[in-house]
């Protein structure tokens, strides 16, 4: 079996949904000794004893001891996981599903197997309200990545994805945390995948701004990751204290590099690195029309422009302007 070490290191990146979560967790965990762990947090595919989406510590059935056993069970890979059935899985997807599990359940396994494991990546946007509590209580430090209200907007308009912000406004506004998200929410069309987005991209990103000040939660600029990914990924590497070397040089900017001429990701597909990633802060403009694009911004452009100044800088270039290698 695995040797585990007494208290391996968590890292937590999280962020709102569609903000590249997955693939900053994945290059994060690209060193011999890290592995990922996917949305544990997550109330349809997660740990069976998470029932909502966006938990937050000091609310209702979920206070700050609850968060700290749940920390617990992560650092001791002791974890009971539901099915992974999403509920829109059919046919052979829903029943493999069933059998193996979903993708939490897959890199839970891997952790597990992990020979060297000193470093689990956990990987998940439903645990962004819990940042703080994780920096102050249990030393763990979160990566947010941050990325253009537009293009998360266009993200759930193209998923069809939608939260009940009701429930997490007030709940967050229980919890003693920002407010005015319950009266941007007000009158507003929340079914309406593009405006649920904006309101919950302004409740999550004004939250997370205020807890960041002071604290190891770090602020990532997905322009900047896709612009310059090793530069980017060298200083998050700097600031989690995990190993760089040229290995993980190389295969982030293979990850990075574009093979596709295809710019929109496939019809309903969460994740699809086979197109251009260049592209993925950008298609918004065609998929959002002009009265949308305008409604994003009257929810959320003010807070965009804050955030921007507050996301980690860019570690200098060398000579060739792509960073360290």
């Known amino acids: 079996m695995p040797q585990f070490p007494d208290s391996p290191r968590i890292v ?85 599903k069933r059998v193996v599990g979903g993708r939490s359940r897959a890199s839970y396994r891997k952790c597990r197997l992990h020979n060297h494991l000193d470093t689990i990546v ?16 249990h030393r763990i430090p979160s990566v947010v990545t941050v990325r253009n209200p537009w293009a998360v907007a266009a993200s759930f308009k193209r998923m069809g994805w939608r939260f009940d912000i009701v429930d997490v406004a007030s709940r967050a506004a229980e919890a003693g945390l920002v407010e005015r998200a319950g009266r941007l929410a007000h009158g507003r069309d929340l079914d309406n995948p593009t405006i649920n987005a904006a309101v919950l991209w302004h409740l999550i990103h004004e939250t997370l701004l205020e807890m960041s000040a002071g604290r190891a939660i770090y602020l990532a600029n997905l322009d900047d990751i896709v612009e310059y990914p090793l530069r980017a990924y060298s200083s998050l590497y700097d600031k989690l204290e995990l190993s760089w070397s040229e290995g993980i040089a190389r295969k982030i900017s293979e990850m990075y590099e574009s093979r596709s001429e295809r710019k929109h990701p496939r019809e ?14 950008l298609y918004w403009q065609e998929l959002l029309g002009e009265e949308e694009a305008r409604a994003v911004g009257e929810l959320a452009g003010e807070t965009w422009g804050r955030i921007q100044d507050a996301c980690l800088p860019l570690e200098p270039s060398d000579s060739s302007g792509k960073g360290r290698e």
């Open 122 to 137: 956990w990987k998940d946007p439903f645990a962004c309200f819990c940042a703080d509590v994780l920096a102050d209580k």
């Open 12 to 96: 937590l990146v999280t962020g709102i949904p569609r903000s590249g979560t997955t693939a900053v967790g994945r290059v994060l965990a690209m060193g011999g000794t890290a592995c990922a762990l996917h949305e544990p947090f997550n109330r349809d595919v997660g740990l069976r004893e998470i029932e909502r989406y966006f938990e937050i510590p000091g609310t209702a059935g979920f206070s700050v001891e609850v968060l700290g056993r749940r920390v617990d069970s992560i650092r001791r890979l002791d974890l009971r996981f539901k099915s992974g059935v999403f509920p829109d899985d059919r046919g052979v997807r829903r029943l493999i």
């Open 268 to 281: 309903k597909r969460a994740h699809d690195s086979k197109r251009d990633l260049r592209a993925i802060n």
